[in-house]
């Protein structure tokens, strides 16, 4: 299956809704992306407003 990106939050999944934020605004259309450990030490997970670890999307249409 198809890794989505969810054009609310970014976070990157197999599912058909976002496990992050619950929403099914999902793209296949996505590039980049970028992996955070432990968001509350990263300052591009504070930068993204990423509270859980995962896989997230640079740039999602």
């Known amino acids: 299956m198809t890794q989505l ?3 609310e939050c970014h976070r990157v999944t197999r599912d058909e809704v976002c496990p ?3 929403s099914e605004n999902l793209s296949e259309d996505w590039s ?6 432990e968001p509350g030490e990263s ?3 504070e930068k993204m407003e990423v509270d859980l ?3 997230y999307a640079l740039k999602v249409r």
């Open 20 to 22: 992050a934020c619950g």
């Open 32 to 37: 980049g992306y970028v992996v955070i450990i």
């Open 43 to 45: 300052e591009i997970a």
């Open 53 to 55: 670890a995962g896989k």
């Open 5 to 7: 990106a969810c054009r």
